[in-house]
């Protein structure tokens, strides 16, 4: 199909799964990965913008704009599925969500191997739902990949602890990159509070809760984590604050 007969949607998720696809790459340089976040978050706004008008009529008028989409880890511990979301996973998660307007829960799902395991349900119109699940997949591996770069981390405890203080940081740019977006002239705020409004008439409110500061077990693999969050630095150029732990935000 030729991009001239793409629909618009088509196009930007076709471009925004090469630029995922390109971070995700141990080949590319680590500013290109550092920007993945950002330049989606670009894209997907000035779509959103050029797009509102056609936005706005496929949620007055078409009942499948919004939706849901199960989200499984494909990142577990002995090839086993999760009894739980661990909290790390669940701090990416609901930011990726608030990034993308979209919401996500915790919930359990049959996956392909026929056993039920823990999973994540994203909420929210479809071409959000669909880079909003992208993107918390690229965040997770990155996270992982990074704790692999650390052969010295010796125990669940270090590799819990790595974790942890690497989805904190994260999480923190990733906030900070949505209150940079909400502030900026060409936030598209109309739009936002319109896909707001859709998703809570058809699924209901969200509520998500404070998570606790989490038990820093292992101090040096923390503080390992807490580098390689920065190097997943998403906001390039703004300088990383050491907020409490309790900014994190979990499933309630």
């Not at 799964?17 to 920007?35: H, P, Q, T």
């Not at 669909?130 to 996270?143: C, K, N, P, Q, R």
């Not at 125990?155 to 994260?170: I, T």
Request: positive net charge.
């Amino acid at each position: 199909m030729s991009e001239m007969n793409e629909r618009p949607d088509e196009r930007i998720l076709s471009k925004i799964k090469k630029l995922i696809a390109f971070a995700s790459d141990s080949r590319g340089n680590e500013n290109e990965v550092a920007a993945a976040a950002r330049q989606v978050e670009s894209m997907l706004r000035k779509y959103n913008l050029e797009m509102s008008e056609v936005i706005m009529a496929d949620l007055d008028t078409q009942s499948d704009a919004v939706s849901d989409a199960t989200f499984f880890l494909r990142y577990r511990r002995r090839s086993k599925g999760y009894d739980v979301i661990p909290k790390w996973v669940q701090w990416i998660a609901v930011r990726t969500a608030e990034l993308f307007d979209c919401h996500v829960s915790s919930t359990s799902a049959v996956n392909d191997k026929g056993q039920r395991e823990a999973t994540l349900r994203f909420f929210g119109y479809r071409t959000d739902l669909t880079i909003a699940t992208w993107m918390l997949d690229y965040f997770l591996a990155e996270v992982f990949r990074a704790s692999k770069k650390h052969p010295e981390l010796d125990g669940r405890a270090a590799h819990d602890s790595f974790r942890d203080a690497a989805a904190l940081v994260l999480s923190q740019r990733l906030t900070a990159l949505r209150h940079e977006r909400d502030a900026s002239p060409s936030s598209g705020t109309a739009l936002v509070v319109r896909k707001a409004s859709a998703i809570e008439d058809k699924f209901g409110q969200f509520k998500y809760g404070k998570s606790k500061a989490p038990n820093t077990r292992d101090v040096d693999a923390f503080a390992k984590g807490a580098e390689a969050g920065r190097k997943i630095n998403i906001n390039p150029g703004t300088p990383i604050e050491d907020r409490s732990a309790s900014t994190a935000t979990r499933l309630a």
